[in-house]
């Protein structure tokens, strides 16, 4: 799942999203369920609107998900995001 650190309205959807996968996909196991969150657009840190602490509460909240902070547009951190997933 993707969010864009400068729209919270974004971040604020990642619990939906979750949940809405693992309803449609119905897993036996749902804690097997390798998640990927990526907070997008760290390029634009100046303009962040979704605050490290936010994160940092989510992440301990799901302890489950595999986060990585990326930039599409300068490439940071997408080719490990990449392997991580492969």
């Not at 650190?5 to 369920?33: A, G, H, R």
């Not at 951190?77 to 492969?86: I, K, L, P, S, Y």
């Amino acid at each position: 799942m993707v969010f864009d650190i400068t729209n919270k309205q974004s971040f604020d959807n990642l619990n939906v999203w979750k949940q809405e996968f693992l309803d449609k996909s119905m897993p036996k196991d749902p804690s097997i369920i390798p998640f990927f969150v990526i907070g997008n657009k760290v390029d634009l840190e100046n303009q962040r609107l979704v605050p490290q602490t936010s994160v940092e509460d989510f992440l301990r909240k799901n302890p489950e998900i595999i986060y990585y902070e990326t930039s599409a547009l300068d490439g940071s951190n997408v080719n490990e995001v990449f392997a991580a997933v492969a």
